[in-house]
């Protein structure tokens, strides 16, 4: 098998999403580590036109995709003969997907959001920071319910879509201004030990370790921002 | 099982939502397209976040899909479109064999809709029309990203009539309510979003013409037209 190439960043959360997934499965890949200001390149728009990461290429197919949503789909039915990550039958398959369009819809944008104008944006807007700390605490508590007497979002084993909430849940402390080492994760009980439950995993484990590493290589320590960063200066670069 | 179902004899479908709103109507656009029977369920603002709709959907939103065919109940737009893809376009009316390339890329243009535009789109509605206090900033924010997600898509469609090979497929019907909203929001003071993306206003005038798309575009001219009337004439008393 030839390696599978995934184009990520050192920080963002999506990228890695597919990552764990081929940890999983043991599939040979080759992450292709991208700095944010060549996501805006004409060369990379070839990769993925929508300028962001992930996006993936397999050999082995001659298949190019993005939307990490997709990406982590086709991983599923291209490589998990044995259905280890899945479900083949028939509700069980569509509220898989129910609450993969649930993670690429709500988690990550609006997770995304709260960590926009806590941290990024050029002025502090007390009542946009409302409304998105309003919709994160409205999807923990979600998660949250539908965990209660439940180790899993669907039937009783670890799937790709719990998988792919993690590793928003890894970034959403800093969004929220948490300081280092606690987590909005610990007023929702059920979400905080599915999330520990999952973080014991090899496969997760050996992501979470290639992505902090990624972010040293980067210069980006825990909290995924350079030393001297300045929001001004951003903000310059991204118009 | 229901491989042998046909519009003619399965049960029609249930979906929650008004075809006012842009999901719902997204959904609705699939069905029509489909020529599925279905059967709209509305619930009021007021009562999504309530019982008895959140057992139906925990997340509160609209659509939902009830299907007495299988007894299933799924919400997210995204999904129950590819559930309904699944289970009723055999003959990829509008869609591609399953795990063939296009059927993959098919569904990279869904997410990129389900995640990318529908969401910041919506923000961009909600500061432009609902937020409390007027924030030019996280407005600026939003409309600029509506107009990156068109250019992402007019950039796509040069020298292409739709998104994914040759024909209409749902991938492209799934971008046509949230892509009316940004007309909405703004063509103003002789500005048009269809004339700055011009691969866009012809892929969107080509997607009007689709009679199922069509149809729902139509119902909602409709409604919108009667609750200004009905509005008008309350503040008239």
Redesign the interface.
Known sequence: MKPIEIWVTSAGPNGWKPVIILEELGLIYELKQMHWEQLMTLEY?KIN????VPAMYDPNTD?L??????II??LI??YDTEGKLTYNT??EK??L??W???Q???Q???YG?IG??NVL???K?P??IE?YTKQCERILR?LD??LEGKQWLVGDKCTYVDLSFFMWHIVLPLSMLYPLGETPLTKYPNVLAWHQRMAERDSVDKTVAARQKAMDSDGLGKSGLPDDFSVEDLNMKMN | MTSTLTPATMKPLVLYGSLLGPNPAKVGMVLRSLGLPFEIKEVGFGDVKKEPYVSVNPNGRLPSLYDPNSDITIWESGAIIEYVIETYDKDQKISFPHASKEDWECKQWLYLQVSGQGPYYGQAWWFQFHHPTPNPSALERYQNEVKRVSGVLNKHLTSKKFLVGDKLTYADISFVTWQKSAEKMLNKDGYEIGKEFENVGGWMERLRANEGVGSVLKEQSEGMAKMAEASAAAKKE
Request: hydrophobic share 40%; glycine share 10%; charged share 15%.
């Open positions: 728009s036109p929508g300028g962001k298949l995709l993005w939307e990490s949503g997709a789909l086709y039915d291209q028939f509700k569509h509220l997907s129910q993969l369009m649930f690429m819809s709500q990550g944008p609006m959001q926009w104008f944006h050029p002025e807007i009542s946009a409304r979600i319910d539908a």
